[in-house]
């Protein structure tokens, strides 16, 4: 009975993640992403139970354990001339949307470009133009202060969007090609106190949060500059804040994402990828004993079928 106990002690330990107040993500770990270059966004499938993340030059879309190991990729189309045709020119974030498919923030054009994720296929801009929808609403000229990230909303499917800066934005899209909002007051954008927006996540896009909690509707903002989260309401009111500057080695993060369970995961350029949890998160060691706890299962109901054989 020992290996039984010990997987059902290990289990629970593994399984103790929730989502907290964000003064409770103190706890992490470190997963280096290398197969994804300057690392700029992340995001969680909740079909596949896997991160996929992009970097700064836009060169593929790569997928990841959890614990960041890496799976596979997809190319998007780079070694082009001029750099307009490739098929994304600066991808600065990546959301989930269901049924496979995903969108990639194209900073330097504004753009959310949709795609559905095959690995080892490659991806021209062609291919991604049909499916490419403008974040600019105001007509800024293209510049390297556009859109850093892009959210999912399942709540009513629309696509939320950040600018950069100058001037900061939040934007929200009314669905792929729908109508470009600014649902965020300048006055409530200024509050946040952030110098730079670098990524947004939709919280109701995780299960850790009951259809009927508040914060479910809520919104988590990354500044890379001020190296902190916000959470705020979708009239842009600052609930909760994290500092993270506790975590080490970590510098030029900018992009955030959340799994079933409450965890946070953090992409930067610097750094790789953090995890973030409101529990203690096991180390890699526990999951060494539940793949013991796991044999000695197996070797358990394999010597007593052997005697009553």
Same mark, same amino acid.
Request: proline share 4%; hydrophobic share 35%.
């Given at each position: 009975m020992k290996g039984i106990l010990t997987l059902l002690c290990i289990a629970a330990m593994v399984s103790s993640a929730r989502?907290?107040?964000?003064?409770?993500?103190?706890?992490?770990?470190?997963?280096? *992403?290398?197969?994804?270059?300057?690392?700029? !966004? *992340?995001?969680?499938n909740w079909d596949t139970g896997t991160l996929f993340a992009v970097g700064d030059e836009g060169q593929s879309v790569d997928q990841y354990t959890l614990t960041g190991q890496y799976i596979n990729s997809m190319i998007l189309e780079y070694s082009v001339?001029? $750099?307009?045709?490739? %098929?994304? @020119? @600066?991808?600065?974030?990546?959301?989930?949307?269901?049924? !496979?498919?995903? #969108? *990639? %923030?194209?900073?330097?054009?504004? /753009?959310?470009? /949709?795609?559905?994720?095959? %690995?080892?296929?490659? $991806?021209?801009?062609?291919?991604?133009?049909?499916?490419?929808?403008?974040?600019?609403?105001?007509?800024?000229?293209?510049?390297n202060f556009g859109i850093e990230g892009v959210a999912y909303d399942p709540i009513d499917g629309s696509i939320w969007a950040v600018k950069e800066r100058d001037p900061l934005s939040i934007y929200k899209m009314a669905g792929p090609g729908g109508a470009v909002t600014e649902p965020i007051s300048i006055r409530n954008i200024s509050r946040i106190g952030f110098e730079n927006f670098s990524d947004i996540y939709v919280m109701a896009n995780s299960r850790a949060f009951d259809l009927d909690d508040p914060r479910r509707l809520n919104l988590l903002i990354l500044? =890379?500059?001020?190296?902190?989260?916000?959470?705020?309401?979708?009239? !842009?009111?600052?609930?909760? $804040?994290?500092?993270?500057?506790?975590?080490? !080695?970590?510098?030029?993060?900018?992009?955030?994402? #959340?799994? @079933?369970?409450?965890?946070?995961?953090?992409?930067?350029?610097?750094?790789?990828?953090? #995890?973030?949890?409101?529990?203690?998160?096991?180390?890699?060691?526990?999951?060494?004993?539940?793949?013991?706890?796991?044999?000695?299962?197996? %070797?358990?109901?394999?010597? =007593?079928?052997?005697?009553?054989?």
């Open positions: 989502a907290g107040s964000l003064a409770e993500y103190t706890n992490y770990v470190q997963y280096s *992403i290398s197969q994804t270059s300057e690392a700029s !966004g *992340i995001t969680y001339s001029p $750099r307009e045709l490739r %098929a994304v @020119d @600066d991808a600065e974030g990546i959301t989930y949307m269901g049924n !496979g498919q995903f #969108m *990639i %923030a194209d900073e330097r054009d504004q /753009m959310g470009r /949709m795609t559905t994720y095959q %690995a080892g296929a490659t $991806r021209t801009l062609s291919d991604l133009a049909p499916t490419s929808y403008s974040f600019n609403p105001n007509g800024y000229p293209d510049q500044s =890379r500059d001020n190296n902190e989260i916000a959470e705020i309401t979708r009239e !842009g009111v600052v609930v909760d $804040r994290l500092d993270l500057s506790f975590l080490e !080695g970590v510098s030029g993060t900018e992009g955030v994402t #959340m799994d @079933d369970l409450g965890n946070i995961y953090l992409a930067s350029e610097v750094g790789g990828l953090h #995890m973030l949890s409101a529990s203690p998160v096991p180390e890699p060691s526990t999951y060494a004993l539940l793949a013991l706890g796991l044999l000695g299962v197996w %070797a358990f109901f394999r010597r =007593r079928k052997n005697r009553t054989a």
